[in-house]
């Protein structure tokens, strides 16, 4: 099947698919003699595997790991047991944090008058340096950046 077909039995985007191919996620779709990506019934089962886990927030390295342990039959169930405990564990962690950050703005918005005075709570409190003497926290996306160039080192 062509990637329109593969596409819409998967639920994934042609966009998508050749962004998975691209990055390794899944294997380089065959050819047709026309040069057109010709997809395969299991190529769109692992592309559904792969659609489920993003839709449940696994990052794109994680979804590497599960494809690995999906693809080994000689696994122990508390591996991939473990890989989803730890991402439920940094979903909690990201949700404490968004919930602090609403508290925060809800005590801003709060303390604006939100009138035709120019001031504003809201942007003072932006404008202040951050005093602590902390380490950012590191920022974390639900895709996890590789560094530039390991997507084509990895084709060559």
Excluded at 79 to 85: I, Y
Excluded at 127 to 154: C, F, H, I, Y
Aim: with cysteine; net charge positive.
């Amino acid at each position: 099947m062509n990637i329109g077909e593969a596409s819409k039995a998967s639920k994934v985007s042609a966009k998508m698919i050749r962004y998975y191919e691209q990055i390794g996620l899944i294997p380089p779709a065959d050819r047709t003699e026309s040069g057109y990506r010709a997809y395969t019934q299991a190529d769109v089962h692992r592309l559904h595997f792969i659609r489920r886990a993003r839709d449940l927030g696994f990052s794109v390295a994680e979804i590497t790991n599960l494809l690995g342990l999906w693809n080994d039959k000689s696994r122990q169930s508390a591996d991939v047991k473990r890989l989803a405990q730890q991402h439920i564990a940094e979903l909690d962690r990201r949700i404490e944090s968004m919930l602090q950050m609403a508290e925060t703005l809800k005590a801003l918005i709060h303390c604006c008058a939100g009138d035709e005075r120019p001031d504003c709570p809201i942007l003072h409190t932006l404008e202040q340096p951050d005093d602590s003497n902390e380490e950012p926290k590191k920022r974390t996306g639900a895709v996890p950046r590789r560094p530039r160039g390991a997507a084509l080192a990895k084709r060559s």
